[in-house]
């Protein structure tokens, strides 16, 4: 069982949709961070969360830290091509990371 | 800054052969990870480092070993490779100060390398 359960599994969407999708624990962590990933490469981040409630933007995307800090939501606003990748939350526990299994989101042009 | 470097990028390994995955980071990074990832499974760690000589497991040491005689290099060893460690290897690097006072600190963040996909058979 994973540590850090991501939803959807996978997300097909049109160019111009919202959507959002979730990462929930039943741990709480100290931080809590989203990468994205393409196709033969490394994860890349593209934020981190630290404090319960907080909310960050960057660009079209969203990012939420629950108040407990044991869950996150990315939202990402009219949805373009480019954003197709595998979304994955990582949680920090002491010193080590743990990562969600991800979503993996298709935009279709 | 090359930032993370591995090496190889691929590799087919016969049941019961070894091999060492190559992991350098020129960023100055005292924490260091190795984290395997299955398909549809999201990345496990194997192990981490929080400094040059001290090495951690993570949640799926079996079967490798690590070491960490620099901050740079972060080797990940496979003695006895099986079928079950056909994966794809990442090796990451990130700065951390810490836990400060006792309360945790959050960790900077991870730099991944390129990757290993390795394949057992």
């Known amino acids: 069982t994973q540590l850090l359960e991501q939803s959807p599994q996978f997300l097909s969407i049109q160019e111009g949709e919202n959507l959002t999708v979730y990462c929930n624990s039943s741990?709480?962590?100290?931080?809590l961070q989203w990468y994205r990933q393409e196709p033969g490469e490394g994860p890349v981040l593209l934020v981190t969360?630290?404090?319960?409630?907080e909310v960050k933007k960057l660009k079209r995307l969203t990012f939420q830290f629950g108040d407990a800090r044991k869950d996150s939501s990315l939202h990402i606003t009219a949805a373009q091509p480019g954003d197709t990748g595998l979304y994955l939350c990582a949680g920090a526990l002491n010193n080590d990371m743990r990562f969600g299994a991800g979503t993996r989101l298709t935009v279709k042009p | 800054n090359a930032g993370v470097t591995q090496t190889p990028k691929f590799r087919i390994l016969k049941i019961g052969q070894s091999m060492t995955l190559q992991c350098t980071q020129d960023m100055n990074h005292n924490y260091m990870y190795w984290y395997r990832q299955d398909p549809g499974m999201g990345l496990k760690l194997i192990y981490y480092s929080v400094g040059a000589g001290i090495t951690d497991k993570g949640e799926v040491p079996n079967g490798y070993n690590v070491s960490r005689s620099t901050t740079e290099d972060f080797p990940l060893r496979l003695e006895l490779a099986a079928p079950s460690q056909t994966s794809v290897y990442f090796c990451?690097?990130?700065?951390?100060?810490?836990?400060?006072?006792?309360?945790?600190?959050?960790?900077?963040?991870?730099?991944f390398g390129p990757g290993t996909r390795l394949t057992v058979t």
């Open positions: 969360v630290v404090t319960g409630g």
């Open positions: 741990s709480v962590f100290s931080s």
């Open positions: 990451a690097s990130s700065y951390s100060k810490g836990r400060l006072a006792g309360a945790y600190k959050p960790l900077y963040e991870q730099y």
